[in-house]
């Protein structure tokens, strides 16, 4: 019996990968996926980013995996990987860093 790997996710360059988090509609009590065509902005889980050597995330921005942020829908690529839908945005598409 083999065990499946764990994937790694390692952007390169100024790319961080999301995974958008799901909006609930309060009146129904269901969940929704966020319609990213018809948002402004989007929020997002950070679950990866260039490795700490990068001049990105130790300069200029204060983020860690697990950071909720507000994103620029325009410049959001998505992807699915291993069934899993993900956004990757430039470190400059990166609006805010949400703190509760």
Do not use: W
């Amino acid at each position: 019996m083999t065990k499946k790997k764990k994937l790694i996710i390692e952007p390169l360059e100024n790319r961080v990968f999301l995974k958008p988090l799901i909006k609930e509609k309060t009146k129904e009590g269901i969940f929704q996926i966020v319609d990213f065509k018809q948002e402004k902005s989007i929020v997002a889980k950070i679950v990866a980013i260039p490795s700490r050597g990068s001049e990105y995330t130790k300069k200029a921005y204060p983020i860690k995996i697990g950071d909720k942020v507000l994103i620029n829908p325009n410049g959001a690529e998505h992807y699915k990987i291993e069934g899993q839908e993900f956004l990757v945005v430039a470190f400059s598409d990166l609006v805010a860093r949400l703190i509760n």
